[in-house]
């Protein structure tokens, strides 16, 4: 409702703010724009309050299931509680200060045309607990096994700690790696994902050379759906002349492959040639592959 006055020196109606009284043309709604300023409350304490989770394992904040900084999810929050009460309103939050509970904040919106500016305190709630993955990981959680081998022989040391090292090179959030087991015949990477151990096994035999196979096994049944397993089999290249190796603690020389049948090598220490036949290979330590 609009109030109109009989304005004493022109003798004409004129339109007045009823919340004010002040003279004016121009109306928000019923009211002037300067009343209508004084309506926008852009910060309330006890209406915005940021809800924030911290898992202590990796340090990561979530705010609503998603990774976020404490700075964003306070401007993301105050965002949507604006739009929520207002509408269609514009307006650029800046976090000045973060305190241990609550953030100082500075909120410039623009609503109906009118520029609203306010600086004062919104309050952080923080939960601390663990994240999904960090749970995961805890609870030694994997999806997939990447198996890594050698043809007709043990894998060096050198082999294994670069397959690690390559693990972990490859490795982008959310996967991750449950564990690594170093067996006698090689090592074990327990990996989160199938795609991960499918993109593990390939950038190791891109580096190492070799070939990889994979399979799956039926784990379960979970919500009607069936949960697999799977195994990825990484068989890194087997003897080739020039590699050098040792055997019942002597140091030999590979000469000459014969494919599946064996290796002749020379003793480093005597200079004597020997055969050694293709299911004994697997007693052979390598020191270097070339």
């Known amino acids: 409702m609009r109030v109109y006055r009989i304005d ?5 109606w004129k339109k007045f703010c ?3 009284g002040r003279q004016t043309e121009e109306f928000i709604g019923s ?3 300067e009343c209508f300023l004084r309506t926008i409350v852009l910060i309330d304490p006890k209406a915005i309050r940021v809800n924030l989770k911290l898992c202590k394992s990796c340090g990561t904040y979530f705010w609503g299931g998603e990774k976020t900084s404490i700075e964003d999810a306070v401007i ?3 965002k949507r509680e604006l739009r929520r009460r207002y509408g269609d309103i514009r307006c650029d939050v800046e976090v000045i200060a973060i305190e241990e509970k609550r953030a100082r904040v500075r909120i410039k919106a623009e609503l109906k045309g009118v520029i609203a500016e306010q600086t004062g305190e919104i309050r952080l709630d923080i939960k601390t607990g663990s994240c999904d993955r960090c749970s995961r990981i805890a609870g030694g959680y994997y999806v997939a096994i990447v198996q890594v081998r050698a043809q007709n022989r043990l894998p060096t040391d050198n082999e294994l700690k670069s397959a690690s090292e390559i ?3 490859v490795l982008e959030e959310p996967e991750f790696i449950a564990k690594q087991r170093i067996l006698k015949q090689g090592l074990d990477i327990y990996v989160s ?3 991960y151990g499918r993109k593990l096994s390939w950038a190791i035999v891109k580096q190492l050379g070799g070939s990889f196979t994979e399979s799956r096994k039926l784990y379960g049944r979970k919500d009607g759906r069936n949960i697999y397993r799977f ?3 990484v068989r890194l290249p087997g003897f080739q002349e020039g590699a050098k190796a040792r055997i019942d603690g002597r140091e030999i020389s590979v000469v000459r492959v014969a494919k599946g049948r064996g290796i002749e090598y020379v003793d480093l220490n005597t200079g004597e040639h020997e055969f050694l036949k293709m299911q ?9 592959f070339y």
């Not at 004493?8 to 004409?12: A, D, I, L, Q, R």
């Not at 004994?280 to 270097?288: E, R, Y």
Request: aromatic fraction near 4%; charge should be positive.
């Open 280 to 288: 004994d290979t697997k007693k052979l330590q390598a020191i270097s």
């Open 8 to 12: 004493k020196e022109s003798g004409k």
């Open 76 to 78: 993301n929050t105050v």
């Open 167 to 169: 693990a972990q090179s």
């Open 31 to 33: 009211i002037c724009p």
């Open 18 to 20: 009823p919340q004010c």
């Open 231 to 233: 195994s990825f089999s």
């Open 193 to 195: 994902s199938m795609k």
